[in-house]
């Protein structure tokens, strides 16, 4: 006959005994599960291989070297997770937990925001640069907080060019082509000025809409027309420089705001090593993709004139007057002032 653990003082010390093996047993796990490193998912719509691609991954791994066992950055290039739309929608669900949208995404969460879409605004990135480094730069940043959003940093992509399957060399050659367009209210009112027609779409689906001839044309920077091919899918680009494709990294606030400061610090400086190795290297990346380009001799690249500039310039110009007044006047100055 086997007698119970309950029996006797000797089962009361084997139950005490079993109690405390219990109890340190829940401790180790809840300390395993305590001690498991925060995920990060970071998902984006170009090329590991194009400056944001390069950012991502830098930023990945100097969190990982700062914050070792603590935090796991999953960075998922070519829209692999999803595109840009599904992203903003899923970090403000807190699904994911930091994105790198172009600015234009942002336009309608703030039309303030539009202010990086207007045509000719900046003369060249280091203008970029110096706006969004001044305190009106800074505050757009935080402008997404109260909606649950906070920008942490402006990660520098390269000023736009237009391409076509047509020389663009005066604003006329544009009319009755369709062009891609990122979701943005300014973009087609810009397109349309220029009595061409507009076409919202995913970046993952512009290379085939343009070989099979679905849009026309499309604008974007030298890194995107090479990264993605592009200049594969049509015979002519125009430099025009006419616009910034940036992006802004921002986070979900409140996930942001309730880490553990040391880790929060961890990741600040990981970004801030990141963001410096993106935008002080944006530049050359970008002419170096150029470059490329050119001598893949499967387009010709237009070279416009300073006359041929103005006239785009001019053409282009009704749309600071349609979108000035919900940018704002002093954020537009404010912008112009980094070109002087």
Known sequence: MTASIDSGPGGQ?????????????VMVCGSARAE????????????????????????????????????????????????????????????????????????RLTKKMQLFDLPFLFKDIAAVNRFQQSAGGQALLRELEPKGLL???????????????????????????KFRIQES???????????????????GEVYQALMNGVIDGQENTWSNIYRLKFFEAQKHITETNHGVIDYMVTVNAKWWNGLPPDIRS????????????????????????????????????????AEQLAAWRTAMFPVWRQFGAQIGANMIKAAQAASN
């Open 36 to 107: 498991q490193p925060i995920k990060i998912k970071f998902p984006h719509v170009v090329s590991e291989k194009s400056p944001k691609g390069h950012a991502a991954i830098k930023f990945k791994q100097r969190a990982e070297e700062i914050l070792p066992g603590r935090v796991k950055v999953e960075v998922y290039p070519n829209s692999q997770l999803m595109g840009d739309d599904e992203s903003l929608e899923a970090l403000a669900n807190g699904d994911i937990q930091m994105i790198a949208l172009s600015l234009s995404k942002f336009d």
């Open 13 to 25: 010390t084997v139950k005490r005994v079993l109690a405390l093996i219990l109890s340190a047993s």
């Open 266 to 305: 961890g990741l600040a400086q990981a970004l801030k090593d990141a963001t410096d190795d993106n935008n002080a290297n944006a530049e050359r990346s970008v002419l170096a993709d150029r470059d490329k380009v050119i001598a893949s001799g499967k387009t010709t690249v237009h070279t416009l004139t």
């Open 185 to 203: 209210d300014l973009l087609e009112a810009q397109f349309r000025i220029l009595k061409a027609s507009p076409q919202k779409m995913p970046l």
């Open 151 to 177: 920008g942490l940093a402006y990660w520098h992509s390269g000023m736009k060019q237009f391409s076509a399957n047509k020389p663009l060399i005066v604003p006329q050659d544009a009319a009755g082509l």
